[in-house]
């Protein structure tokens, strides 16, 4: 019998899920302590006048012959970000600010520039209207001169007025992608079904527009690179493990490919894991998708999953597995850095098994793509690798 027929083949994933909806229930209470200040439900006028108190103080600076000021917390200082284990990295609720003033040479264009683009958010939500940061900027390239100066701009308004990106009627274009047994309504009412393209379904522009999910799924596999998602899909990993949901960033996840990982969470509670790369970028990704950024740290609520598992690749599997040493990459100076730098996040601490893993690797002075797998067999990560980890409980 295929070992993927096996009856007992998802017995260490129902026992996992069975382990996370205790622990969901164990926390109801202080989850919903921090759910009420996220503002989910804030409404359209709320946001209005949110802006509107920002404009009556500038016009009361004016009038008093005062230079107007804008005061931003400093969202990307970690020494701002605290960790919450239920929630993952936010911002802290008291931390330190800057000012962008109107009155100095090196501030004044980025306060005109944050108006301009507040004005154009009051006409979004006054018509109900969306838009992307990309149409922005390209409404008035001269005037903007980069999109990254719009992306940070966009972020700083979001965190001062304390509301999500998406209240403000601001959409991010989308990369990644998602396949298997997944349907839902998108926003403009037609059915979609992840399971139906040999390449999967770009993740939707605007992920909280979409309703009536619906899935079979046992569990949701994030994987890091779009490469490795495309070769699940050709051979057919979905219909043999079956059945489940795959999700790819294409590296370092964009806003909605996060929103939607953590949309699949609420609205079904299977477990999530992750396929990274064996090197510290690849952990870098992964925390994002279970614990956050510090540049996202404001809208954590919406963007994270603590309940995230690590699958693979882990470094202890390139020794278990015999991974030839001549397919094994040596640990670069930058490598090391990074490394160092995830070992000292709070989060950390409370991962003593992520912790014994990260440590491995720096001994070692060696990292591994996903690719090494094929080093063994060029089916080893669909037909051996996942099956097994899946079957027998080989996630930390």
């Not at 949110?50 to 600076?61: C, D, F, L």
């Not at 992306?151 to 998602?178: E, F, Y």
């Not at 059915?191 to 139906?196: A, E, F, H, I, Q």
């Not at 949901?245 to 609205?267: E, F």
Request: overall charge positive; charged content about 20%; hydrophobic content about 40%.
């Amino acid at each position: 019998m295929d070992l993927l027929l096996s009856p007992d083949f998802f017995q260490y994933v129902e026992r996992h899920r069975a382990s996370l909806l205790k622990k969901l229930q164990e926390n109801v209470e202080q989850s919903s302590s921090w759910q009420g200040e996220t503002q989910e439900n804030i409404t359209s006028s709320q946001v209005l006048a949110a802006i509107e108190r920002i404009i009556q103080g500038i016009t009361e600076s004016l009038s008093k012959n005062e230079a107007p000021v804008l005061t931003l917390d400093n969202r990307t200082n970690w020494a701002n970000i605290e960790f919450n284990h239920l929630v993952g990295l936010q911002i802290a609720k008291h931390c330190t600010t800057r000012k962008v003033r109107s009155n100095c040479a090196k501030s004044a264009q980025k306060f005109a520039l944050m108006l301009k683009v507040l004005s154009v958010i009051y006409k979004l939500v006054q018509t109900d209207t969306y838009t992307t940061k990309r149409d922005i900027y390209y409404n008035d390239v001269q005037l903007y001169g980069s999109q990254t100066v719009v992306d940070n701009i966009v972020s700083d308004l979001s965190c001062m007025l304390k509301i999500p990106r998406i209240n403000l009627h601001i959409l991010s274009t989308s990369k990644g992608c998602v396949a298997g047994d997944l349907w839902f309504t998108a926003e403009d009412g037609s059915k979609v079904y992840c399971g139906g393209s040999s390449s999967g379904v770009l993740v939707p522009i605007n992920v909280e527009g979409i309703r009536h999910l619906s899935t079979q799924a046992k569990f949701i596999l994030i994987i890091e690179k779009d490469a490795t998602f495309q070769r699940l899909l050709d051979d057919n990993f979905c219909a043999r493990s079956g059945p489940c949901i795959l999700i790819t960033g294409k590296g370092v996840p964009d806003l909605n490919t996060r929103l939607l990982t953590r949309k699949l969470w609420d609205s079904f509670h299977i477990p999530i894991f992750t396929l990274v790369d064996a090197d510290p970028y690849g952990i870098e990704i992964m925390c994002i998708y279970k614990y956050g950024s510090i540049s996202m740290s404001y809208e954590a609520h919406h963007l994270t999953v603590p309940a995230i598992a690590w699958l693979g690749l882990l470094p202890s599997d390139l020794e278990r597995l015999f991974i030839p040493k001549d397919v094994l990459i040596p640990l670069s100076p930058l490598d090391r850095r990074k490394l160092l730098s995830i070992q000292k996040r709070p989060y950390i601490a409370c991962q003593p098994l992520w912790k014994r893993e990260i440590e491995k690797m720096a001994a070692s002075e060696r990292k591994a793509e996903i690719q090494a797998l094929t080093s063994l067999s060029p089916d080893f990560l669909s037909r051996v690798y996942l099956p097994n980890k899946l079957r027998y409980g080989g996630w930390i």
